[in-house]
């Protein structure tokens, strides 16, 4: 079956300094992998997509960036933190197409001072 | 602009009732829709998919419905269980069916009293 593997589940992080979380999948292959955030009292918002290895789609212009270095791997990255980077960190994966539901880690919380 | 609307108040209801989580979107034109479960602290977990030309999806005591003249999305929980306890996520797609890229509602968080 498959699974999905987030770390770490907490961190805590002072302004200025880097990130880097990493999301991954066993038990498929070529799936389609997605970043999310999600902060309190709001929806998740679609930070990067990826079709495949290398391929990043950005939703949203911020203070982060995304790479696929393997098929099921995938990892959000930051050179600098800022305070309104915190928020709870989805990873997630669906095979490829459409009409595919998403199955999700069970996130990052990321608290920045 | 283009909105997805769930209520943002916690829904209560008592053991045994029926629980109706209501979705509405607006300027979107979603080749389907999704419904996800989310507990505290954990990741969203799928519940069900309905497409567009389906008007009702069902799985054990969980019923979808979708009417797109409505723009709207009704998910029922029959009998429901202090179990079922958390807040449920609609998502919708915006692109046509080309992408599985999902765009997602704030949840309603449901709260079942025994």
């Known amino acids: 079956s498959q699974t999905i593997h987030q770390w770490p589940a907490t961190l805590v992080q002072p302004v200025g300094s880097p990130l880097s979380l990493e999301c991954t999948v066993e038990g498929t292959s070529n799936p389609n992998l997605y970043w999310y955030r999600q902060a309190a009292g709001r929806g998740l918002q679609l930070l990067f997509y990826s079709v495949g290895i290398g391929q990043i789609s950005s939703e949203v212009p911020q203070n982060l960036s995304a790479s696929r270095p393997q098929d099921r791997q995938f990892i959000l990255s930051s050179k600098k933190l800022l305070l309104s980077d915190s928020g709870f960190y989805l990873c997630?994966?669906?095979?490829?197409?459409?009409?595919?539901?998403?199955?999700f880690g069970d996130g990052t919380r990321l608290s920045i001072l | 602009s283009q909105k997805i609307e769930q209520n943002s108040e916690a829904l209560n209801i008592q053991e045994g009732k029926t629980a109706t989580l209501t979705c509405n979107y607006t300027?979107?034109?979603?080749?389907?829709l999704q419904w996800y479960r989310q507990d505290p602290g954990r990741g969203p977990v799928f519940l069900l998919l309905?497409?567009?030309?389906?008007k009702e999806k069902r799985k054990e005591r969980l019923k979808v419905t979708f009417d797109t003249t409505l723009k709207q999305s009704l998910f029922h929980i029959t009998a429901s269980q202090p179990a079922d306890s958390a807040t449920y996520l609609c998502?919708?797609?915006?692109?046509?069916?080309?992408?599985?890229?999902?765009?997602f509602g704030t949840g309603t968080l449901l709260a079942v009293q025994p």
């Open positions: 309905i497409r567009e030309n389906e």
């Open positions: 998502a919708l797609d915006n692109y046509g069916g080309a992408t599985n890229k999902l765009i």
């Open positions: 997630a994966w669906s095979s490829q197409g459409s009409n595919q539901p998403q199955h």
């Open positions: 300027n979107y034109s979603p080749a389907y």
